[in-house]
């Protein structure tokens, strides 16, 4: 019994027999991961999306629209055959709500429900949505367009046959204020995204026409360069008072005559540009005068955006002042690692105490002031962040578009 224990022992010992039972162990503990995952998802309808660039995954933004459908929406696709892609892209919306439907059919063979949607062509694609319905544009292939379904362009389209009534939004110009054509620095890329939403967006010029229509919804001022003249700040003030909502893009080291509008508000702009000290841009490919964000206020505007981030180039620092009518919320921020820069002229930018501004610093701004009828002001130190190519960064179009809801 002795010689048969010794050699038990010994069998233990031996580096192979460790080395076969930690890999069995391993083996056995990477096997029980996979199926505690594979549980949780079988019973909580949980999906992980582990590609690099999350392209299974819908935008913050496409999640939270789908997710307050109110009632069944279906989207249906006239072609003579399932597209596997294109079944796979809708499924990942229904992921995010059961009243999400969607369906594939053959306008060969359902020739009666081919006509009743008005079908041309194959490929075309309608969505339904309580007693409306509407034709999915997607593009023209002539003019070089894109003619696939892309997440933006279905996400547009719920926003749109959502809406119960047009949203009125009208871009002041006459100041210097950015193009809303498609060139670099222009918005068009905004303008686009509003109107694919169903909104009517206009100029506004208000030194000619002196008042603001009855039926605006909200008043935008992007990056205006010259003062407004003092009547046009009061025909502002005078709509806020009567539940106006103004959102505003402002640059650093502008002054476009608006301070008693701010003041009112409880908003105070700084000057300096804000410059990101850590090194994280360069990462990315950007120069210290892109703030990354990732610190984000408790708003129903970013109340879907966790640890995402926005870019925000040429950005300045805002500051909020306690004013009892005003609810105000600081809904971007940036890094303690940032500050705002007050000479610019220096070869290497360094953080000078005496002169400037600690990080993290307030680059966006949501207020709501208490009165019968509320009236509500965002305001963006940056318009760069908002302008074509930059829109489309990360979580800039979600931001903008959202304060803009």
Do not use: C
């Not at 305001?379 to 903008?400: I, K, P, Y």
């Amino acid at each position: 019994r002795f010689w048969l224990w010794n050699n038990k022992y010994r069998f233990w010992q031996q580096r192979s027999t460790k080395q076969g039972v930690s890999a069995i162990a391993k083996t056995a503990i990477v096997l029980l991961v996979i199926g505690a995952i594979n549980w949780a998802g079988i019973s909580y309808g949980k999906r992980w999306d582990l590609s690099e660039n999350k392209v299974y995954t819908l935008s913050e933004q496409s999640q939270t629209i789908v997710a307050n459908l109110e009632q069944p929406l279906e989207v249906t696709v006239f072609d003579r055959n399932t597209s596997s892609e294109l079944s796979e892209f809708l499924r990942n919306y229904r992921r995010y709500n059961d009243l999400f439907k969607y369906r594939f059919v053959n306008p060969e063979e359902a020739i009666g429900l081919a006509q009743q949607y008005g079908v041309q062509s194959l490929g075309e694609i309608y969505l339904s949505y309580g007693d409306k319905q509407q034709k999915l544009e997607l593009g023209n292939a002539a003019l070089g367009e894109t003619v696939t379904l892309t997440e933006t362009k279905l996400t547009n389209a719920i926003e749109r046959i959502k809406r119960d009534r047009p949203i009125n939004i009208y871009f002041l110009q006459g100041h210097g204020e950015v193009s809303l054509d498609m060139i670099e620095g222009g918005i068009a890329q905004v303008v686009s995204n509003l109107e694919d939403r169903g909104n009517t967006v206009s100029e506004l010029n208000l030194a000619s026409s002196g008042q603001i229509a009855d039926d605006t919804n909200l008043i935008i001022i992007a990056g205006a360069t010259r003062k407004l003249l003092a009547a046009e700040v009061l025909t502002l003030q005078e709509y806020l008072k009567t539940g106006g909502s103004l959102l505003l893009l402002l640059s650093p080291n502008t002054d476009i005559g608006i301070s008693a509008i701010l003041q009112n508000w409880g908003v105070e702009l700084d000057n300096r540009l804000v410059v990101d000290g850590s090194g994280a841009g360069s990462l990315m490919g950007f120069g210290p005068a892109v703030a990354i964000v990732n610190n984000y206020g408790q708003h129903p505007i970013t109340a879907s955006f966790r640890n995402g981030i926005s870019l925000f180039p040429e950005a300045r620092p805002l500051k909020v002042i306690t004013k009892p009518e005003i609810s105000s919320t600081a809904i971007a921020k940036t890094e303690p690692e940032t500050w705002a820069e007050s000479d610019l002229r220096e070869e290497q930018i360094t953080f000078d105490v005496n002169r400037d501004l600690s990080g993290p610093l307030n680059v966006a701004i949501a207020a709501t002031r208490s009165q019968s009828n509320p009236s509500r002001l965002v305001v963006f130190g940056s318009t760069t962040f908002a302008t074509n190519g930059w829109f489309e960064q990360q979580l800039n179009g979600d931001l903008l578009l959202n304060s803009i809801s």
